[in-house]
């Protein structure tokens, strides 16, 4: 049963006010649920990024649970050797607790400099969950492009001018790529805080690793108002950009069914950073977009078996 | 107490891990290290030893797994040569920053390119400035010793930095030498348990470990404390030693001086070619030549006012090089023993060979050679070339 949203707020928050995110940053409110999530206690380890730099300024912490932070591209290997050590504790009866292990990673450290680590660790069946929070660019560097960025977004490395309208190629489907890993994989949104708080539930107490990739906007890098962060994230849902599923063990489910047909340029238009496509002379990029995103939702009804 | 075996140095290495029993192993295979891992992964499947044995996917993970398992209170150990150790280097500084008393082994092989797999040192040179104390090790027996006693180094109040041990790759690691191998209560028993300090799973007392410590923060203090400790490791390890010495007999310091007492020309060596060396000494000595060896044991910290204190005497000293220095003025060694001479203010003509590269043959003709040189430089006064090298095809 998910929890209520009375029953999250009750929560005592483990990642406490103070930290020095930026005004409207998506990952602390997706941490902050998926962190609630949890019925047992919980050991955090984290990559270098936004989330790390600004939640652990040395003498301070943010953190009313045990967390670490090693490298950029080494978070799934710390916290496997954290669970090692867990798991040799408990054998010897040293620790009687149990425990929930949570990493967190943006999309740099979880598509690109980490994925190798992070497939390790699911591999030898690490049972952990890692969440990423998905800003889809380098933004604690200062917004440069990642196998997150989506086609046409502008960013510091992939620039917009003459010669190209922003980032040149697609995302990489980095649930997909974790869901061949046999275990659990959700994509979700702090929109639809029931739908992450259900499958952040599921990826805790399934036993073995568990992925969830959460769109978090990024006022700075998407060039969007601070106050409208969770909005952006809905549209990305509602517009089909950010399909809610779920793969348990390869079984695909669509979890949440967009009420009405709303054109991708919707989402994209507001966003500073895909401004340029707005240009006629951009315009199939547009559609190389949209038809993007309709295939992936046409592939994902027939993987999940849902009446087209 | 002890058993006698005829075992290769990686079989040594294994043993003692063994022995230790470390809480958590997190590994990964390459030549010549890989019977190390390969050794304690039938132990693991025989259900030997309860550690948690983690084969991660590449030696940045499995250092990347050490550190996450030692702050999180474990006893933990890995292993590794050459391009592992390069891929690893990262991470080196990060567990030293942490102050976490990780135990490796590295097995000496070349750096790539040209790739080759046989040994120098030109793997833990390239990391002896990561914060790691570095121990040296002239054969099995030698590499035994050494690694128990380097879980207790590094875990000690006064230290708590990872640790390095070190032997020379194939003609230690695969040659089969005698070895006496203490029994695992006794190992057990020496090591201990270990008695972290702030464990990340001690969850009612959460810690945040791997803070950001930017402009106006503590990142100087932090670093002087390390050099600090390093220091102390030098004391720590000769007390450690003194009471391995009581359970196996063997006692080292942190260097073996060879015949050094009377010596008027001495080498100073890492690793196994003071076995060559040693024999050439006595061969000298017979024939009334005043020849001594140092042999480096602690590399890190850096015992340099005891070395310029053992040298004091010689007429001339040559310093052995397993590592390209790519720098004019020689290698790690000899950089070193020149800066402990300066600052001691003694002049002992210095000359410096680079040898062994790629497991190069390193033969005695070689090391009476540089004996050789030596008289010829006491004699003149005159180094006529610091820099040589040894063995190279003309």
């Not at chain 1, 492009?145 to 190629?169: I, L, Y």
């Not at chain 2, 201990?192 to 203090?221: C, H, Q």
Request: hydrophobic share 40%; proline share 5%.
């Amino acid at each position: 049963m998910v929890a209520t949203i009375k029953e999250l707020s009750e929560k005592q928050d483990l990642l406490s006010p103070g930290h020095r995110l930026c005004a409207g940053c998506g990952a602390s409110i997706v941490v902050r649920m998926i962190l609630k999530s949890s019925k047992k206690p919980l050991v955090v380890a984290s990559a270098t990024g936004c989330l790390e730099v600004s939640t652990t300024i040395y003498p301070f912490t943010a953190w009313r649970t045990p967390f670490i932070h090693s490298a950029f591209e080494n978070a799934s290997a710390t916290i496997s050797g954290v669970i090692a050590t867990y798991d040799a504790m408990k054998k010897k009866g040293k620790i009687k607790e149990d425990i929930n292990f949570v990493c967190f990673g943006g999309d740099g450290s979880t598509f690109d400099i980490g994925l190798q680590s992070l497939s390790g660790a699911f591999e030898r069946g690490t049972n952990f969950v890692y969440v990423c929070y998905d800003n889809e660019a380098y933004m604690n560097t200062g917004i440069q492009r990642s196998g997150a960025t989506p086609m046409g977004a502008w960013t510091t490395t992939s620039e917009v001018g003459k010669a190209q309208a922003g980032k040149r190629v697609h995302r990489k489907n980095m649930t997909e790529i974790m869901a061949a890993h046999g275990g659990y994989a959700a994509q979700a949104s702090p929109s639809h805080w029931r739908d992450l708080v259900m499958k952040a539930e599921k990826a805790f107490e399934y036993d073995g690793p568990a992925f969830l990739n959460v769109l978090a906007p990024c006022p700075r890098g998407w060039r969007i108002p601070t106050d409208q962060t969770v909005e952006f994230a809905r549209q990305a849902v509602e517009s089909k950009y950010w399909p809610l599923y779920e793969v348990m063990e390869g079984e695909h489910k669509i979890t949440y069914q967009p009420k009405k047909e709303i054109a991708v340029s919707e989402w994209l238009s507001p966003q500073g950073r895909f401004k340029h496509l707005l240009k006629d002379a951009n315009a199939p990029v547009m559609t190389e977009i949209q038809t993007q995103i309709d295939k992936e939702w046409n592939r994902l009804i027939k993987m999940s078996g849902e009446p087209t | 107490m002890s058993t006698v075996k005829a075992i290769t140095g990686d079989v040594a290495v294994a043993e003692a891990m063994r022995s230790i029993e470390p809480d958590v192993v997190g590994v990964y295979p390459i030549t010549p290290q890989t019977i190390i891992v390969e050794a304690y992964a039938e132990y693991v499947a025989r259900g030997e030893v309860q550690t948690e044995f983690v084969p991660a996917e590449s030696e940045h993970s499995a250092i990347s797994i050490c550190v996450g398992a030692a702050a999180a209170g474990a006893r933990t150990m890995t292993c590794t040569s050459s391009q592992g150790l390069a891929l690893m280097w990262e991470v080196l500084p990060i567990a030293s920053g942490m102050r976490l008393p990780i135990v490796m082994f590295d097995v000496n092989r070349a750096i790539s390119a040209p790739i080759n797999i046989h040994c120098d040192h030109s793997d833990t040179m390239g990391a002896r400035d990561t914060g790691w104390l570095q121990i040296y090790s002239e054969n099995a027996q030698e590499a035994y010793d050494n690694f128990i006693q380097a879980v207790r180094i590094a875990e000690h109040p006064d230290v708590q930095l990872p640790t390095m041990v070190m032997m020379d790759g194939f003609v230690i690691s695969h040659a089969i030498q005698r070895v006496e191998v203490l029994d695992d209560a006794v190992v057990k028993k020496f090591v201990g348990e270990r008695k972290a300090d702030y464990p990340l799973l001690d969850i009612d007392n959460p810690v945040t470990w791997g803070s950001f410590d930017g402009l106006g923060g503590w990142f100087m203090e932090f670093k002087k404390d390390q050099m600090q400790a390093i220091e102390n490791a030098k004391q720590v390890s000769l007390d450690v030693a003194k009471e391995y010495a009581k359970i196996s007999g063997r006692e080292y310091g942190l260097f073996e001086s060879y015949k050094m007492d009377d010596a008027d020309y001495a080498i100073i060596v890492i690793n196994s070619t003071a076995g060559t060396a040693k024999t050439v000494v006595d061969t000298l000595r017979e024939k009334g030549v005043k020849a001594g060896l140092i042999k480096i044991r602690m590399y890190r910290p850096f015992p340099a006012s005891e070395i310029v204190a053992a040298l004091n005497n010689c007429k001339a000293v040559a310093v052995m090089d397993r590592v390209p220095g790519y720098v004019d003025i020689g290698g790690p060694l000899f950089e070193d023993v020149q800066v402990a001479c300066y600052q001691e203010g003694v002049n002992i003509p210095l000359v410096n060979y680079i040898y062994g590269l790629g497991g190069r043959d390193i033969l005695t003709s070689h090391i009476e050679s540089v004996y050789s040189d030596l008289e010829t430089i006491a004699k003149t006064g005159k180094v006529a070339s610091p820099v040589n090298y040894l063995g190279i095809k003309e």
